[in-house]
């Protein structure tokens, strides 16, 4: 190896060891490195920028704009909340996951399918009282295993199918030949998700949760007339297991219900009283059917859909103080309305309308968005700021986001349509039909993911180009030569899967095919076993976020650090290589 090569593998080195010990952000390290390599001439600028423009990335992109607009609708909830139902143990909860993802990763690219249920498995993840770092990596891994169990569940698969056909046109690998490996290996990775999670994946989110203590309101919701909820009971509406909420009493034709059972069953315009926390009060809002029991906010003069929660604290010159929110003529005046009112790290009850205000009350408003801009320097208020999520699901419009999810998995699975050119118009469709606006579209291309898909391009290519990833794949391949065919198979399989984690699936695989091919034919091993073997482990990327797209995808939103999919994916790694191995040595050697 030149000194490309060795600088390039020192950079790459110190890179995953800053990324481990949380020196600085993945994309910053990612973006550091390449300008490195840049620097000193290892590649180029062209190649340095070309993952920005990668079909990989944009495509990323653009179905996270299509998940946005089924998830703002409510579509996955009427889809899945079937499937994933209220587990009762997180073993329960991943399992209620996995097997549906791992068996639709199968038959679709499982990159649409994580970009389309990150934001479902976190709010499913809330609603339940689990933790999202539990559920995330589980989610990517299950796509992962089942993406290995057909000829189309990757386009790692397909890459290796076409260099195979490329070496041999008379090579013949069936849609379900993968299976033999990936079947097994789906099995053993769903087994050591469900069995040692408990104890190897973090728990993020809880540590925040003892350092924050969010506020808590009382506020009282309506349920209309023709809500889909009338005639259930509080536990299948979905009104029992809200975290941090307690439905406290139910007025019904002026009688207070102060005793709510979970068998109790919902009546048309029945007022009911929850106690909790504001994050869980914009759950509330989403469900079709349920509004505030305050009369301002139907007389609110901008369309509820486009409302959001608004957090304002009354300033200590306000002329607010000492009025009641009847006095004030609140809505009148602000074009908002009053949901609860939180006092002193203490929620405050009664009707809305008799609370005198107070310096310091933090107001739970129902506002326009433009309520932030009109107001954020008004006297009147000391901070104003909007809570996070709270816009409305959009009910009405999820036939149409479902219908527009579909028609772009069906035109790209059946060959019609590229999936970056069936994303973008699948986008567009969201944006036309006001599935999604604009601004909801933007906040969904989350641009740390985009970044550190686009740089870790960038350090493939300089792993290639400086003949730093054929050196190591030759090395490790030539270990395994003394063991003879299990050997190579074994080394091919390392190879592949320790340069999957380096540089991109896809990249891995590109670069092993040729060493592999060329080892496996005087081994007396078939071209089309060992492109099994290649196919499994390009795959195999679970000890780092950036080998995999699906690992970068959740890598943010789980709140994860480097370190954990090495704790957690690492064991899981080094057991699919010997399963792997193990099923091909004694099928095919």
């Known amino acids: 190896m030149g000194w490309e090569a060795w600088t390039t593998l020192a950079v790459t080195a110190l890179m995953v060891l800053a990324m481990a010990r949380g020196w600085a952000a993945s994309d910053l390290v990612l973006l550091g490195g390449v300008t490195v390599f840049v620097t000193l001439g290892i590649i180029s600028l062209r190649e340095a920028v070309a993952g920005f423009a990668n079909e990989g990335m944009l495509t990323v992109a653009a179905l996270l704009v299509v998940a946005a607009g089924v998830h703002e609708t409510g579509g996955f909830d009427t889809v899945l909340r079937p499937v994933l139902g209220r ?8 399992l209620r996951m996995m097997l549906p993802v791992s068996f639709v990763s199968a038959f679709l690219n499982n990159t649409p399918i994580v970009a389309m249920m990150v934001p479902v498995v976190t709010d499913w993840s809330r609603r339940s009282g689990l933790v999202a770092s539990r559920l995330l990596i589980p989610l990517s891994y299950a796509s992962i295993l089942g993406g290995t169990c057909t000829l189309v569940g990757t386009s790692t698969n397909l890459v290796v199918y076409g260099l195979a056909r490329e070496h041999d046109p008379d ?145 200590a010159e306000s002329d607010l103080l000492g009025r009641s929110v009847r006095d004030t003529g609140f809505r009148t005046r602000f074009g908002a309305a009053i949901v609860a009112v939180h006092r002193n790290g203490a929620r405050v009850g009664g009707k809305v309308g008799d609370i005198v205000l107070s310096v310091g009350d933090v107001l739970l408003l129902e506002a326009p968005p433009a309520f932030l801009r009109r107001y954020r320097h008004d006297a009147s208020f000391a901070l104003v700021t909007e809570v996070e999520g709270s816009a409305l699901v959009r009910h009405e419009k999820a036939p149409v986001a479902i219908a527009l999810l579909v028609a772009m998995v069906a035109v790209s699975a059946l060959g019609l349509m590229d999936l970056l050119t069936a994303a973008l118009l699948a986008g567009g469709g969201m944006l036309a039909t006001r599935c999604l606006r604009g601004a909801q579209a933007r906040s969904a291309l989350d641009l740390h993911m985009l970044l550190t898909i686009a740089s870790a391009f960038g350090v493939g290519a300089a792993l290639e180009r400086s003949g730093a990833a054929a050196a190591v794949g030759q090395l490790i391949v030539g270990a395994g030569e003394p063991l003879g065919p299990v050997g190579i198979v074994a080394g091919i399989y390392v190879a592949t899967a ?39 482990a390009a795959s195999a990327s679970f000890a780092t976020p950036v080998g995999y797209q699906t690992n970068l995808m959740v890598y943010g939103p789980g709140g994860y650090r480097f370190g954990d999919f090495v704790r957690f994916g690492l064991p899981l790694q080094l057991a699919l290589a010997a399963v792997t191995v193990g099923v091909a040595s004694a099928l095919w050697l």
């Open 87 to 94: 587990p009762t143990s997180l073993f329960v909860a991943q």
């Open 498 to 536: 320790l340069l999957t984690e380096l540089i991109t699936n896809n990249a891995a695989a590109a670069l092993m095919f040729p060493i592999a091919a060329a080892v496996a034919g005087p081994a007396g091993i078939g071209l089309a076993h060992v492109s099994l073997v290649v196919m499994m």
């Open 171 to 315: 090579i013949a690998i069936a849609f379900f030949d993968i299976a033999w490996l990936g079947l097994p290996a789906a099995v053993v990775g769903t087994l050591y998700v469900l069995l040692t999670s408990r104890w190897l994946l973090p728990d993020r989110a809880g540590a925040m949760d003892m350092i924050e203590r969010p506020r808590e309101y009382t506020v009282a919701m309506r349920v209309t007339a023709d809500s889909p909820i009338v005639g259930q009971t509080i536990e299948d509406a979905g009104l029992r297991h809200l975290p941090g909420l307690f439905l406290t009493e139910i007025e019904r034709e002026g009688e207070t219900m102060a005793a709510v059972g979970p068998r109790t069953r919902l009546h048309g315009e029945d007022q009911l009283l929850f106690v909790g926390r504001v994050d869980s009060v914009v759950d509330l809002r989403k469900i079709r059917g349920l509004v505030p029991a305050t009369d301002q906010v139907d007389k609110l003069a901008e369309p509820r859909p486009n409302r959001r929660l608004i957090e304002a604290v009354v300033a």
